[in-house]
């Protein structure tokens, strides 16, 4: 899977969760979750979990931490797929 | 941590505790019970001459042993419970019958996840004969507690 793809895939998982739909509609790898999309830290929990179950990782705290916009999230589902890859 | 120190580390004060006991708590649930003194401040505006417990008072009650109390009991083993106290994040309660004063409910809560300092728990409330009063879903973050 592609960053492309892993970044459709946020976006689709990412849509119950924010109101800001022109935020949504442009997501890039320059996204914020709580400044762009405007997501509380419980929903952003909420979205960490729906993205384990998608990609079928674990993601563990340090992890979490870092997932604040859409590139570190995509580098870090990118890495977790490879390591379940390999 | 036993029933009677999650109790005395509740953060609220009399005016606003709603948890009288706390029956039982475990890894996967909280149970516990409150009686509505008919004297509580809110009885005499809600509503003019006819007093019910408000439902957003139920969401409250539902939280405090549902989801306060479970979520002590889930961090017992962190030195958090000083610095660190659940905020409510979300909650979706259908309410099914009014509460007048004087009433005593029961609360059970299901643990559904407690991930990322976020705890997700089913909770319903029920009166003494066992109808069901409210249920629903309630969501708290583990937060800094204020001015600390």
């Known amino acids: ?86 | 941590m036993s029933p009677q120190e999650i109790l005395k580390n509740l953060p609220y004060g009399q005016a606003f505790l709603f948890v009288d006991e706390l029956l039982q708590v475990n890894e996967f649930g909280a149970k516990g019970t409150y009686t509505f003194d008919e004297n509580l401040a809110f009885y005499s505006a809600h509503f003019k001459d006819e007093p019910i417990t408000p439902a957003v008072i139920l969401t409250e009650t539902m939280a405090q042993i549902g989801l306060v109390c479970l979520g002590l009991y889930l961090t017992k083993e962190e030195p958090i419970n000083k610095t660190k106290t659940l905020a409510m994040s979300s909650s979706s309660i259908d309410f099914l019958r009014p509460v007048y004063p004087g009433e005593k409910v029961w609360v059970t809560s299901e643990k559904i996840y407690f991930r990322f300092n976020k705890l997700s728990c089913r909770v319903k409330m029920e009166s003494a004969a066992g109808e069901m009063i409210c249920k629903g879903t309630i969501s708290g973050m583990l937060i800094a507690k204020p001015h600390e």
């Open chain 1, 1 to 86: 899977m592609n960053k492309e793809e892993i970044i459709s895939e946020l976006k689709t998982i990412i849509q119950p969760y924010s109101e800001e739909a022109l935020a949504l509609e442009s997501i890039d790898e320059n996204t914020d979750f709580i400044k762009d999309l405007k997501v509380n830290s419980a929903n952003l929990v909420d979205i960490v979990l729906d993205i384990e179950e998608r990609f079928k990782i674990e993601i563990d705290n340090d992890s979490m931490a870092k997932m604040l916009n859409i590139k570190s999230t995509v580098e870090i589902i990118e890495n977790k797929l490879q390591v379940n890859g390999g």
